[in-house]
């Protein structure tokens, strides 16, 4: 069982910057991949950044984003640390949304490629 928190949502200016991380559990942590979804009021859960897993593989360290998202938010993961960041510059009041961290074997853009999820951290953009 791999247990997942996140931080560093909270409330900040269209244009400004927050950093999210995601700490999970377990001693393989290396063995999975990690992704970032958001869900806004009264929509539906939408698919923001991915970062493939450490196996020792090419695909190694892969990380594929939301099209809109794309040049502003940043994935990492730091392994020593077992957590996951997303460094999110130049937000918008569109990226108003409740943000998940989710862990899983196989990943990618799919939740269906996640068994393990947070509880989210509120991200606010004010316009």
């Known amino acids: 069982q791999v247990q997942v928190v996140e931080s560093g949502g909270g409330l900040v200016q269209a244009g400004g910057s927050l950093r999210l991380a995601c700490a999970a559990s377990?001693?393989?942590?290396?063995?999975?991949?990690m992704g970032w979804f958001r869900q806004a009021p009264g929509k539906g859960r939408e698919f923001v950044a991915a970062?493939?897993?450490?196996?020792?593989?090419?695909?190694?360290?892969?990380?594929y984003y939301l099209d809109s998202v794309k040049g502003r938010f940043t994935i990492s993961r730091d392994n020593g640390k077992n957590t996951m960041y997303l460094q999110m510059n130049s937000l918008k009041s569109e990226d108003t949304a409740v943000y998940l961290c989710?862990?899983?074997?196989?990943?990618?853009?799919?939740?269906?490629?996640?068994?393990?999820w947070g509880q989210g951290t509120q991200v606010t953009v004010s316009s």
């Open positions: 989710a862990v899983g074997i196989n990943g990618g853009r799919s939740e269906g490629g996640y068994e393990y």
């Open positions: 377990g001693r393989t942590f290396t063995s999975y991949a």
């Open positions: 970062i493939s897993r450490n196996s020792g593989l090419r695909s190694d360290g892969i990380t």
